[in-house]
């Protein structure tokens, strides 16, 4: 589904390519973002570069592409070695039932300091194999991570917190996700529980920081963010601990003294300009054109649609008037419906999020899916990594996409091949 504007480019490189810029301030502003993007952040106070100074004092990684190799998804480890592009997130409840952050860390362990400041904690995962088998007899092998969390550094978690791993996703072609007119995600909802097929997506409802209000929620794996902007100074403030205008405190928590008294990179830690210049580059990003249809891959793509897995991962999303003059189209093919879809038992984290449940997901976009191994040999699938392959990710699926996942499973090997085949052209 070629739509002009789009990147040709099918590289380890095809995730980074951009709108043509509108003017040469424009795209110098594209470039600064793209730099400001793969910046390892320093301790402050730095001589050399004091705009990218005040790194932690508590952090994960050290720049947005330390984790988002080339702006594509994370990696986890094999069991034993520590957590590098992914983070664990936390809550629990209050007195009174509400859902919020852990007492004593916060919303996110952090696993490294800053010199003379203790990391919260150590993170690693254990896998813990089972297997799957086809009616046809054939054996898929399927495995699951057990979080082990050690070296506490600020005391134990507060009883019944609920931690969530999360590897770190794609942003391919975040802006014009954010395109997408509300209106037209509410309407695929209301589509899915007409059509009474046991698919029936959920907007998130989610704070904006900036507007102080309510808002849909379309970024990160539970769509907890509203906007580019918010998901980027989120993840400045709890990956790298940068504060912003919108997040200007550290990252401290009250108890954590050596934090609060380190020195900082000035306030903000990041500047309006090099931020504006951030949000920019990733609201520039295009997805890369799908690769020109086979015989193969065009019967894998009806049966996609045919088996269910469209109603979720919806080929074409319409845009909003300006982004569509821009790309010359007036839809784009992200296959994804950005809403939350319970996955059942098996994908739960137990960690509600906004309006999410602890068995819900935002459905991941699939544009690009094809190139993830390219860009990440040995890339891995679904929000903690478990799965090994795209096989193994489609497996995993259950609750409102059981009836997908068995139609998948009664396909014949050639048509499995030819689903795929497409996934891969993607």
């Not at 508590?58 to 947005?64: D, I, Q, R, T």
């Not at 629990?92 to 300091?113: F, I, M, N």
């Not at 019967?299 to 991962?313: D, K, N, P, Q, V």
């Amino acid at each position: 589904m070629a739509t002009a504007g789009w990147a040709n480019e099918r590289s380890r490189l095809a995730l980074t390519q951009t709108l043509p810029a509108e003017s040469p301030a424009q795209a110098a502003q594209r470039t600064q973002g793209a730099s400001v993007f793969n910046q390892p952040w320093l301790i402050a106070p730095s001589l050399a570069q004091p705009e990218f100074d005040g790194l932690g004092p508590l952090y994960n990684a050290l720049s947005c592409g330390a984790c988002h190799l080339l702006n594509g998804r994370g990696d986890m480890p094999d069991s034993g070695p520590p957590l590098r592009s992914a983070i664990v997130r936390l809550s629990t409840r209050d007195k009174q039932g509400a859902v919020v952050d852990e007492p004593h860390y916060g919303v996110q362990l952090q696993t490294e300091g800053i010199p003379g400041v203790p990391a919260e904690a150590q993170l690693s995962v254990r896998w813990v194999e089972q297997s799957s088998a086809w009616l046809d007899g054939q054996t898929i092998r399927l495995r699951a991570p057990k979080l082990q969390v050690r070296a506490l550094g600020y005391g134990p978690l507060a009883e019944g917190t609920m931690l969530s791993l999360r590897m770190a996703p794609s942003i391919t072609a975040a802006g014009l996700l954010e395109a997408v007119p509300e209106s037209a995600l509410l309407a695929i909802a209301q589509e899915q529980l007409a059509q009474g097929q046991g698919v029936h997506g959920q907007a998130n409802r989610v704070w904006d920081i900036a507007t102080r209000s309510v808002a849909l929620g379309r970024f990160g794996w539970k769509a907890n963010q509203p906007s580019v902007r918010q998901q980027t100074q989120v993840a400045l403030h709890e990956d790298m601990g940068i504060t912003s205008s919108l997040l200007a405190s550290p990252n401290c928590m009250p108890e954590q003294r050596a934090c609060l008294d380190a020195p900082d990179g000035g306030h903000p830690e990041i500047t309006d300009d090099l931020l504006d210049a951030l949000v920019a580059y990733q609201q520039s990003l295009v997805p890369p054109s799908q690769q020109a249809p086979t015989r193969e891959t065009s019967e894998g793509s009806a049966l996609f649609e045919r088996i269910g897995c469209a109603s979720c991962h919806r080929p074409n999303l319409p845009v909003d008037a300006p982004v569509a003059s821009k790309l010359g189209a007036s839809e784009i093919h992200p296959y994804t419906d950005l809403l939350l879809h319970d996955m059942g038992d098996g994908l739960a984290d137990g960690r509600p999020d906004g309006l999410a449940s602890g068995r819900q997901w935002r459905t991941a976009p699939l544009w690009g899916l094809g190139l993830a191994p390219l860009i990440r040999p040995g890339a891995l699938y679904l929000h903690d990594g478990r799965a090994r392959s795209v096989t193994e990710a489609i497996l995993w699926h259950g609750g409102e996409a059981s009836n997908a996942v068995r139609r998948y499973r009664e396909l014949d090997a050639s048509q499995r091949r030819a689903v795929l085949a497409f996934l891969s052209s993607l």
